[in-house]
């Protein structure tokens, strides 16, 4: 296995999208709550990689033996999130509004911060590549890119214990954490939680 960690480009931004909608769509808690339809979903998260991909706050784990995309890692504003909102089809805003409270509440902790903030929207690895160390490479190539743009924080909001490991391995630290249960909407009945995760870049 040959991994390089790439910037995002055009070429590979369908690709990448696919990758995020497989992972998402089908093993995050939160979107499979919501039974979103796969095609719904993929436009979305399309739209959220255009934007990441405006901004250059995107990188790709490129597998150089295969020409494939197995990973991808995504930085995105809180006003960019917003703008990505017009994709989701009206029958489908309530469901995300509820899920938009939820966040509001955890990210409390956030309006404490000083400094230039983002936060990773997305990581993700496609499954044959899973512990090889990928999501810690591409969250360092994503911190790198944010430094010299003078981000001083970057945060994440970690849906289940697979992806908090991974941040906190990367030296971010919890600071807030919020049960499923104590929300509305369709995933209020979820086990388990949430958890914000902060690191300093500065």
Not at 37 to 47: E, H, Q
Not at 140 to 155: F, H, M, V
Not at 158 to 166: D, E, R, V
């Amino acid at each position: 296995m040959n991994i390089k960690i790439l910037e995002l480009t055009p070429e590979r931004l369908p690709e990448s999208a696919e990758l995020l909608t497989n992972v998402f769509h089908s093993l995050e808690p939160l979107t499979a709550a919501l039974h979103l339809p796969r095609d719904c979903y993929a436009n979305y998260v399309r739209a959220v990689c255009e934007y990441c991909l405006d901004d250059r706050f995107a990188v790709i784990a490129l597998d150089q033996e295969t020409d494939r995309v197995a990973g991808v890692a995504l930085g995105l504003d809180d006003g960019k999130y917003q703008q990505t909102r017009h994709v989701i089809p009206a029958e489908y805003r309530a469901a995300m509004d509820q899920i938009d409270d939820f966040f509001e509440r955890l990210d409390q902790p956030l309006a404490l911060i000083e400094g230039q903030l983002t936060f990773v929207f997305y990581l993700a690895v496609a499954p044959d590549y899973w512990r090889a160390g990928i999501s810690i490479a591409m969250l360092t190539r994503l911190e790198e890119i944010l430094r010299d743009k003078n981000y001083e924080y970057i945060a994440t909001e970690a849906t289940n214990p697979k992806s908090a490991g991974a941040f906190r391995k990367q030296g971010y630290t919890e600071i807030n954490r919020l049960a499923y249960a104590s929300g509305a909407g369709p995933f209020a009945a979820l086990p388990g939680d949430c958890t914000l995760l902060l690191k300093k870049l500065a």
